[in-house]
């Protein structure tokens, strides 16, 4: 049944679906969507609309513009490196060095391209280029296929009961499916993260004034799983207006010297409840860990001392469940200043 | 206003910064590999030409490496980038900056308004794979490439790239309210063509524009209107 109420929440939907809303003003249309189908069927296909969209911009550059591109930034570099001096390394030990990486791209382009093929553009007045091969696929098309796993379950639909009314039991089914949303939207931004803003872990435990619960910085996770090393964090926003912190791990689990990613998200368990029905419940020592699979990614979730914690990987799920526990107790860069971020939290306002 | 060789790429209007210095080592353009296809897809987008989208990044990644010191480390950059994009595109195609005016017809909502039932958006979505019916989703490309650029871009930012509302505000130049109203009103045209598109190939009934539908003559009119507006 449509009321004018509709007209009113369908921008409301917009800025729900894109993590804008403050968690008040998402009850208000949360509320609304458990009575009106028409809304939620609106909500359905503006999401599906988004999936689309998504993959319409997959594919990724043609291998000869690419080529062209990463001609004219390795020129650019060389001229530029070749009349500095060198400069300092002003970044952390913490962080991951990425040098090299245009090098790299470059000479995988040299690998393996038919003698014939030339990346100069049809008229292309500029100089000769230097003679490339096309960018080697199968790296590219694995960083494709994680993100478009990860997009197609963002682009997943809320599964309702089409009745236009709804009892308890199916609100019971909308909050259980919001759930589930928040674990695929941690699995999806571990498949496909952004850049950490902060390298610092004491830094990053400034996060806790957005996230609303102490961000304790685990500086090494447990040593079951191999060397670890703490990448950078950063703050996401999660439908509904919340926001988590996002911890970027590298993990070494065996000596075959590949790296594994772990993120670790912390968040305030009393705003957000995560969780999805095929998670197994285990405990590991006194801790209570629900673990299990989402979307092709390992995940573990748990709560100690009223932090919430959800962690995403490719490790099987014993060292998943292991790592999560021991999160909570752990050695951390900020555990010394735990009891001053409980005060300060206090004294900050909530939400920014 | 824009000079040619404006050394702050991030900001439209000419930089009172004066280092024009390329980037004193290498590491910073690796950061940028990345990007170089969302960066290419968001031009095509833009440019609606391959070569023009080649250009266009290639001017975007030179710029953003001759203006290194400008990119505070830490923060996104992938943000920082398409500023510098957008840009560069504003002021090579257009004088004014974006469009400030929109055609938009009647301002109403179909899937709001009453036009389209719940089933017909259902129908234009497959239940089981949770994404548009094949056919209907080719034409989303389509839709999206006629809409005015501001939409255009608001759209691809927010629902493709995932950019948060602060930071589409700073990459296209606006406050955060423009950057909503054009979001709204950019995807209502999106649906309102996704709805045409689907009527004229026949998956969806036409709609009327009222909840009325139209009489085929005199005594079926006034039997419709006995049994009184639904």
Known sequence: ?352 | MKTPDDTDPTSVHASELGCSEPAPHSRFADELVPHLDALFAMAKRLTRSTTEAEDLVQDTVLKAMRSEDHYRPGTNLKAWLYRILTNTFINKHRRGGLERTVLEGPDSDPLVDGWVSASSMRQLRNPEEHALRPIVESEVQRALDELPTDFKLAVILCDVEEFTYEEIAKIMGCPVGTVMSRLHRGRRLLQRSLYSHAVAIGILPSEPMTNVSEPTDLNAFRAKKSRGAA
């Open chain 1, 1 to 352: 049944m449509m009321t004018g109420e509709c007209r009113r929440f369908a921008q409301l939907v917009g800025a729900l679906l894109d993590g804008e809303l403050e968690p008040v003003v998402t009850l208000d249309v949360e509320d609304h969507l458990v009575r009106c189908e028409n809304c939620r069927e609106k909500m359905a296909l503006e999401r599906a609309i988004r999936g689309s969209l998504k993959k319409a911009f997959e594919t990724p550059a043609p291998s000869d513009v690419r080529a062209r591109l990463l001609a004219t930034m390795q020129s650019a570099s060389t001229a530029a490196s070749a009349s500095a001096p060198p400069e300092p390394d002003l970044i952390t030990t913490e962080r991951v060095s990425t040098s090299g990486r245009l090098d790299a791209a470059v000479a995988d382009e040299s690998q393996s391209t038919p003698p014939n093929h030339s990346p100069s553009r049809p008229n292309d007045s500029a100089p000769a280029r230097r003679w490339l091969q096309t960018f080697g696929i199968a790296s590219a098309a694995a960083v494709l296929l994680a993100w478009m796993a990860a997009h197609e379950q963002i682009g997943t639909l809320l599964r309702l009961p089409s009745h236009a009314s709804m009892n308890d039991d199916a609100k019971m089914l909308l909050s259980a499916h919001i759930n589930e949303e928040l674990l695929r939207d941690f699995v999806a931004q571990h498949s496909r993260p952004l850049p950490p803003e902060k390298e610092d872990p004491n830094q990053v435990g400034q996060f806790e004034r957005y996230v609303g619960v102490p961000v304790h910085v685990p500086v090494h996770l447990t040593q079951r799983a191999g060397p670890t090393h703490f990448v950078g964090g950063r703050i996401v926003p999660i439908h509904g207006g919340e926001r988590a912190a996002m911890l970027q791990y590298e993990v070494r689990p065996s000596s075959d010297g590949g790296v594994q990613r772990v993120t670790l998200f912390v968040y305030d368990p009393r705003k957000m409840h995560v969780g999805a029905p095929n998670l197994a419940r285990r405990a590991v020592g006194s801790t209570e860990v629900h673990v299990g699979q989402t979307d092709g990614y390992s995940v573990a979730v748990t709560q100690r001392e009223g932090v919430g914690y959800a962690m995403a990987s490719d490790l099987d799920p014993d060292t998943s469940a292991d790592l999560v526990a021991a999160v909570g107790g752990a050695p951390t860069a900020s555990s010394h200043r735990s009891a001053e971020s409980h005060l300060s939290a206090e004294d900050t306002a909530v939400h920014p």
